[in-house]
């Protein structure tokens, strides 16, 4: 859901005390009581007497200090009471902003793609991107193996990424991602990235968890809010979607629907070495269809204040949305913002290409010295989600 932000009210400081004014008021009491006391004073009576002088001058002064002394008083106590709101007001608006930065640090990220072009390479402005819309691609080396071979090579390139990037720690928790596809195969899928992984790293303790976490946002933002990932000091989530041997499902009305192109990743996250972080993922901001720039221009206020970004990854966005993002993030104060739309480069999107999104934007913020920006909409909701990853020198706390 949208972040609930209060929208707090403008703080109206006391007007100061106009002293023109109240020195011109003050003549005029002067002048009617002087009025006053010589029309009524007896004249018999002589003038040199204490008490006329009282009441010709002492009165006037006294009334005219009485009053600019309560009106000082209450002046002051506005001006205080103002300050005292406004530095409640800060004191709120910090807190919302330090529970709006906060991160999970990253310490790898790899994207496997069905294209001859790594994840670093998509992100050069010169690029001359092949166009694969609405294409479901498969691994080019893998044209010609089954899917089982297929599925222990993938579990292979991948494990042997995430043995390399959990050097030093004794336990992993592991989640593993796959497509509906392959879900009912899962047990096959759990012991084939067992093996591989007890191969890649013997000396590693780890725990696979499969069916979950499905929607990217809501598992990032878990562990942005708990005091350890996932109750360990380290958590990684491997994302796979393969098409099987028939890459094409009859649906019932017998219209052909290809299947979604084919990709990986594994995600590193924690780790008991902060200095091995590489990025970070800031919490994800969610909201339906409606309100899209109010949204982003909550999160370009909140997180991007101090670091303009370089690219933004789309995937599952339509082009409304992805028009807003630009129009958002690409105004004078963020300009140069290059868009890349995974589903035109690496084809139709899956149930984990928002994961895929999300390793390619690490591998370039580890490499960069500016932010990236991923947004996607998962194919079982109708919400969008953004998510903002820092480079580690500029992840926010």
């Not at 994840?119 to 694969?132: K, M």
């Not at 105004?331 to 480069?345: K, N, P, Q």
């Not at 079982?380 to 020198?393: G, L, N």
Request: charged letters at 20%; one cysteine or more; proline letters at 5%.
């Amino acid at each position: 859901m949208p972040w609930p932000i209060p929208t707090l009210t403008t703080i109206a400081r006391p007007h100061p005390i106009s002293f023109r004014k109240w020195i011109a008021g003050l003549l005029v009491l002067v002048g009617a009581n002087a009025a006053v006391v010589l029309t009524t004073w007896p004249k018999e009576q002589s003038t040199h007497v204490m008490w006329f002088w009282i009441k010709l001058i002492g009165v006037p002064i006294g009334i005219f200090t009485l009053l600019i002394g309560m009106r000082i008083r209450r002046w002051t106590s506005q001006r205080v009471i103002a300050e005292e709101s406004e530095r409640e007001k800060g004191r709120i608006q910090a807190l919302w902003k330090s529970w709006c930065c906060r991160s999970v640090s990253v310490s790898s990220a790899f994207a496997l793609l069905p294209i001859d072009i790594s994840a670093v390479e998509l992100a050069e402005s010169s690029l001359d991107h092949p166009v694969s819309r609405q294409q479901s691609l498969t691994f080019q080396w893998a044209h010609h193996m089954s899917f089982d071979a297929k599925r222990g090579r993938i579990a292979q390139r991948l494990t042997e990424r995430l043995a390399s990037g959990v050097v030093g720690e004794r336990y992993l928790q592991i989640a593993l991602v796959i497509d509906a596809t392959s879900s009912s195969d899962e047990a096959a899928w759990k012991s084939v990235m067992d093996r591989a992984l007890k191969t890649a790293a013997p000396e590693l303790k780890f725990n696979i968890i499969g069916g979950r976490p499905r929607e990217s946002a809501t598992w990032v933002e878990s562990i942005i809010d708990s005091d350890s990932p996932s109750g360990c000091d380290a958590c990684a989530v491997i994302a796979v979607q393969l098409q099987p041997d028939d890459t094409r499902v009859i649906a019932d009305d017998q219209d052909e629907l290809l299947a979604s192109s084919e990709c990986a990743a594994v995600i590193i996250f924690g780790g008991k070495d902060p200095a091995k972080a590489r990025a970070s993922l800031h919490r994800p901001l969610s909201f339906d269809g409606d309100s899209v720039a109010r949204n982003l221009i909550q999160l370009r206020n909140t997180q991007l204040t101090a670091n303009n970004p370089s690219h933004i990854w789309l995937t599952g966005c339509d082009d409304a949305f992805s028009f807003d993002v630009l129009q958002v993030f690409n105004g004078d104060a963020h300009r140069g913002l290059i868009e890349r739309d995974i589903d035109h480069l690496i084809g139709l999107p899956g149930p984990v290409s928002h994961w895929i999104a999300l390793a390619i934007a690490i591998e370039n913020a580890a490499q960069a010295t500016t932010s990236q920006i991923v947004a996607w909409r998962e194919t079982s909701t109708s919400q969008y989600h953004v998510c903002v990853v820092a480079p580690a020198e500029k992840a926010a706390t």
